[in-house]
């Protein structure tokens, strides 16, 4: 579009043109490409026959570098550059046969790096060291939601997400790498999966980490799945969940887990009805499709209880117990009891998925009490940042009410929020701007 402009009837037009499923392909083009890699310029692909010159090249230049911190970060810019070849490689032929070449050649760097980082000495306190960690852990993040559209690099996201791990547990103190881990997050370009995408992989590192780096992820897993259903609000009115979720590769049991997380935190009753009906297709079709087997069910509702322990233990040195956080303790524990009794019955399907929600209630209890008073400043501060930019991006859009009536009520209803948040102190309040931006962020992401 030339004017960048969308009125309420330009956009039914453009859907009853070109039908839901089509707008959310138009809406996901550009989200995630080569140059948000910071590659400007891929070059030669492994398809190419002079591929082997742009390797020597790299080869070349490493064998005339002898500091292992240079030969670690000359490492990581290779690879992030085979992650651009893999993402080139998936936009001319997602089914080529080089793809998968181009992945295994991904992994051969990959595993590279992990043994550079297990043989470097020193901490972050090094600031080198520091600089090189925080350029591994922004591009970690990119190349795993990238990888995870492409077919077959389930043992590859396995290795990236080990490597991970061993950063976390040899460089950094705890608060040191979920920092680290939630600003190159934030960096990442926004789409409708890359929440969920990224849940996957804390999901993945959870059993890596050392329990206490699992709590301090709880508010960033928070994060993710509040911002996910404003996102899914704004795409609703637009698409069905199926279509919206059609492009999701991973584990279907991952996704199943981590909706029940985001229907923990949805604030529209239409999306929660909505995400209900959803997961309960989900479900039937999991059991239809590959089955779900009793040790699966067990060990969700081993990781419930583990879950429900944690939040009982916090709950009895907590002195006064708000009422909301009595209902997620009761809600919880009445799921689990569900899937105690499911699983007696053999109904397997069925007590995987009341212990997911057991374990999603319990969570979202856990984050609630973690939040400390001096965390709303930082979080609100944040917020205003993010208001201010969308804010820039709607007037540069050229924009008035009358084109766009609900973005608009969307931002002011941001801003007031974001006034009584400075007074009330809340994570209900908190949750509500965070939806509320990511709603209005992804609206403007349909109209460009």
């Not at 059609?246 to 985001?262: K, M, N």
């Not at 069910?297 to 907590?318: H, I, N, P, S, W």
Request: aromatic residues 6%; glycine residues 6%; neutral net charge.
């Amino acid at each position: 579009m030339t004017r960048k402009k969308i009125t309420v009837f330009g956009l039914i037009g453009l859907i009853s043109l070109i039908g839901p499923i089509g707008l959310v392909v138009l809406a996901q083009e550009g989200i995630f490409g080569v140059r948000d890699l910071g590659v400007e310029h891929v070059g030669l692909l492994t398809s190419n026959p002079f591929y082997f010159l742009k390797e020597l090249r790299r080869d070349v230049k490493k064998l005339f570098t002898f500091k292992e911190l240079r030969k670690l970060e000359l490492d990581l810019d290779v690879v992030n550059e085979k992650a651009a070849e893999i993402k080139k490689l998936q936009e001319i032929n997602p089914d080529d046969k080089e793809l998968q070449r181009a992945i295994t050649n991904y992994g051969a760097y990959l595993q590279t790096i992990k043994m550079r980082f297990e043989g470097l000495r020193g901490t972050a306190q090094n600031s080198n060291i520091d600089r090189l960690l925080e350029k591994f852990m922004e591009m970690s993040v990119k190349h795993y939601v990238v990888l995870h559209t492409v077919a077959g690099s389930d043992g590859i996201r396995n290795l990236l997400v080990e490597t991970i791990a061993l950063v976390a547990q040899r460089f950094d103190v705890p608060e040191q790498f979920v920092d680290r881990l939630t600003r190159a997050t934030r960096k990442l370009p926004q789409g409708e999966l890359q929440e969920l995408r990224v849940a996957e992989l804390l999901e993945r590192l959870d059993n890596k980490l050392h329990p206490s780096v699992r709590q301090l992820l709880l508010p960033l897993r928070d994060e993710l799945f509040v911002a996910l259903s404003g996102r899914l609000d704004s795409l609703l009115l637009i698409s069905p969940l199926e279509a919206i979720f059609a492009s999701w590769s991973g584990d279907q049991l991952f996704l199943l887990r981590l909706l029940d997380e985001v229907r923990e935190r949805v604030l529209q009753n239409d999306l929660k009805t909505e995400l209900n009906l959803f997961r309960q297709r989900l479900l039937e079709r999991i059991e239809e499709e590959q089955g779900i087997a009793k040790e699966d069910a067990q060990a969700a509702m081993d990781a419930a209880q583990a879950l429900l322990t944690q939040l009982e233990q916090k709950l009895a040195g907590a002195g006064t117990v708000p009422q909301s956080m009595k209902q997620l303790l009761e809600h919880a524990k009445f799921a689990y009891n569900q899937a105690v009794m499911l699983l007696k019955e053999g109904n397997y399907g069925g007590a995987y998925g009341q212990a997911t929600a057991s374990a999603a209630a319990a969570r979202n209890a856990l984050v609630q009490l973690q939040l400390r008073v001096q965390d709303y400043q930082r979080i609100l501060a944040r917020f205003k940042d993010q208001f201010d930019r969308l804010s820039g991006e709607i007037r540069g859009l050229v924009l008035t009410p009358a084109d766009a009536p609900r973005l608009f009520m969307l931002l002011s209803e941001a801003e007031k929020r974001i006034v009584e948040a400075a007074s009330e102190k809340s994570l209900g309040g908190i949750r509500v701007i965070q939806s509320l931006l990511a709603a209005i962020e992804e609206l403007i992401r349909v109209v460009k």
